[in-house]
């Protein structure tokens, strides 16, 4: 089981960043998907989730209107597309797999995680 989130960096105020995710077939497999994220000292806390039809999706109200999650079942990947970044956006961002195949917003749904991509906005 592997999921393997990429595309972090560090961008401007205002910018845009697409982080990715690719999971192993077994993981994605009527998965609902999220994303979450830690900043330094910070607990982790929901980001984005998406249905394993991707029908239902569910965002965080910080983020709602600057960051889109989707996903590709023929490829085993989910996308968080981010836009309008902000200083405080600033955090290791993780993809995690559900045990179900509903959109999710509490961690304990999730049962496997990816290992974490940085993202650095500067103001």
């Known amino acids: 089981v592997q999921l393997q989130a990429s595309g972090g960096g560090l961008v401007q105020a205002g910018g845009s960043l697409r982080l990715s995710c690719v999971a192993s077939?077994?993981?994605?497999?009527?998965?609902?998907m999220g994303w979450f994220r830690q900043a330094p000292g910070e607990e982790r806390e929901f980001v984005a989730a998406?249905?394993?039809?991707?029908?239902?999706?569910d965002y965080a109200d910080s983020v709602k209107g600057r960051f889109t999650i989707t996903r590709d079942n023929q490829k085993n990947l989910v996308y968080l597309q981010m836009n309008n970044l902000k200083p405080e956006d600033t955090a290791v961002y993780y993809c995690?797999?559900?045990?179900?195949?509903?959109?999710?917003?509490?961690?304990?749904?999730?049962?496997?995680w990816g290992q974490g991509t940085q993202v650095t906005v500067s103001s």
């Open positions: 077939r077994r993981t994605f497999s009527n998965n609902g």
């Open positions: 995690a797999a559900a045990r179900g195949a509903m959109s999710a917003t509490r961690g304990n749904a999730y049962h496997y």
């Open positions: 998406i249905s394993w039809s991707g029908g239902v999706t």
